[in-house]
């Protein structure tokens, strides 16, 4: 189990002025028979994240409500704000960590978990495009930390009697979320065999005796190192 710091845990980086979470989604109108734009983002996240994805893998759960296939116009613009958007992430991703910032992060302020289940919803639905790989990755010794950061803000229909310290571990989680999700998009991109999605990650570079950028807990030596 992870240890547990004492102290308010924040977003990485330095503190900022943001802008509400709906205008990262401007100019262009967001079709309101889309996933919410907060959920959509998760969405897309998951999706650049889990290998051997087609995009007609994914399209059909981009909606809450499709709009009828006669309506072409509406289904075109609301496509080309989706692409926006995953192109958007997929450039943020390319930051690596710490650059990188899931929009449901606000730099300097405590994480909401509210925000986080929201995000999650959609990276969850993702995640059920292909079930087999993530069950390896929960499998696998050196990738299972990755989804136990999820679980806590995976909401289920099932009741469950929390430990006392929840709200202190799920903030502790939500902090290592945004390096995991590097860690992981580098993973996708590694068995996809995307050899230059890999060089185009910016990254400081990683000492073999610090934490490994997978979020696994161990040192980068003992864990995703070659």
């Not at 981009?62 to 296939?69: F, G, K, Q, R």
């Amino acid at each position: 189990a992870m240890a547990l710091a004492g102290a308010t845990r924040y977003c990485s980086g330095s503190m900022t002025t943001l802008q509400p979470h709906s205008a990262l989604f401007t100019p262009l109108a967001w079709d309101p028979g889309l996933l919410p734009p907060l959920e959509m983002d998760g969405y897309l996240t998951g999706v650049l994240v889990t290998p051997e994805l087609e995009v007609s893998d994914w399209i059909a759960d981009l909606w809450t409500a499709m709009p009828p296939v006669t309506d072409k116009a509406r289904v075109q613009q609301a496509f080309t704000a989706v692409l926006t958007r995953l192109k958007a992430i997929e450039a943020d991703l390319q930051k690596g960590w710490p650059g990188y910032q899931p929009s449901f992060c606000e730099r300097g302020k405590k994480t909401n978990h509210d925000r986080v289940r929201g995000w999650m919803k959609g990276f969850y639905r993702a995640m059920k495009l292909h079930p087999e790989y993530w069950m390896d990755i929960a499998d696998d010794e050196r990738t299972a930390t990755f989804p136990g950061l999820l679980v806590g803000f995976i909401e289920t229909d099932e009741q469950v009697e929390e430990r006392e310290d929840a709200a202190a571990i799920r903030d502790e989680h939500a902090e290592l979320l945004p390096r995991a999700i590097v860690g992981m998009r580098k993973l996708a991109l590694l068995h996809d065999g995307d050899a230059n999605g890999l060089r185009s990650i910016q990254a400081n570079k990683i000492g073999r005796n610090d934490p490994c950028p997978c979020g696994s807990g161990k040192k980068y030596k003992r864990c995703c190192a070659p």
